[in-house]
């Protein structure tokens, strides 16, 4: 797999440290540089030219809005996604004009960030076939995800449907089963959020679940497939 190199730009380091690290946590995606101002900013960009950069609006010298032109002049291949606290018209305005491919507000979760370096990852691989593309690859181009089905939109408040493919797609590939911390682990969310999304399948019939007993002596509850 073809690593995608991501520039950090963020002012407060502390933030910047928990964008590098959820980057470590999903495949595919390595961190080349971080910068904390504007003109730290431009001398990445100049010198790395990366494939991706997360960019604050909020910068000590410049405003990250008034960096998409030099971004597009110095390294027009780089991807831009804002994470940011702004939520004014004329920046988000700015943002959609500027070809900003995806924007997240603060605070924001591992959840969201995930889903986001995902969906730009695949379209990015699909920009990078060879020859032509069908329509439902043109589509997720301009659309953050596929359209939603009708089982997507009968999904109830509280279970995402892209966050529920995960879960599914895990439980399928482990047929000795997976305890809500296991699934936690294994999706970068917490016990109790897996569990709301496992008890789900469960109730959908989708999932059985059972109450072991692990080596310590201590019951768990284990959830396994469906056939």
């Not at 439902?136 to 995800?145: A, G, P, R, T």
């Not at 936690?184 to 999932?207: K, P």
Request: net charge negative; proline share 5%.
């Amino acid at each position: 797999m073809t690593m995608i190199e991501v520039l950090i730009i963020e002012d407060d380091k502390r933030i910047a440290d928990i964008h590098r690290r959820f980057i470590d946590k999903i495949e595919g995606f390595q961190v080349v540089g971080s910068a904390n101002t504007g003109a730290e900013a431009q001398d990445w960009i100049q010198t790395l030219k990366p494939q991706l950069i997360l960019l604050d609006v909020y910068l000590p010298d410049v405003k990250g809005t008034d960096l998409l032109t030099y971004i597009q002049r110095e390294s027009p291949d780089s991807d831009i996604i804002f994470i940011t606290a702004a939520s004014e018209t004329d920046i988000v305005r700015k943002a959609f004009k500027g070809g900003v491919i995806d924007y997240i507000l603060k605070p924001l979760t591992f959840d969201r960030f995930k889903e986001s370096l995902l969906t730009y990852q695949q379209k990015r691989n699909s920009l990078e076939t060879q020859g032509s593309m069908d329509e439902e690859s043109i589509q997720l181009l301009w659309n953050k995800s596929h359209p939603p089905s009708t089982e997507q939109i009968m999904t109830p408040k509280g279970i995402d449907p892209s966050t529920m493919g995960r879960i599914k797609e895990k439980l399928t590939t482990c047929n000795t089963g997976m305890t809500a911390e296991e699934m936690g682990a294994a999706c970068g969310m917490s016990r109790s959020t897996a569990r709301r999304y496992l008890e789900h399948l469960v109730s959908e019939q989708l999932a059985s679940a059972e109450l072991l007993y692990g080596t310590i002596g201590r019951p768990e509850r284990r959830y396994f497939p469906r056939p």
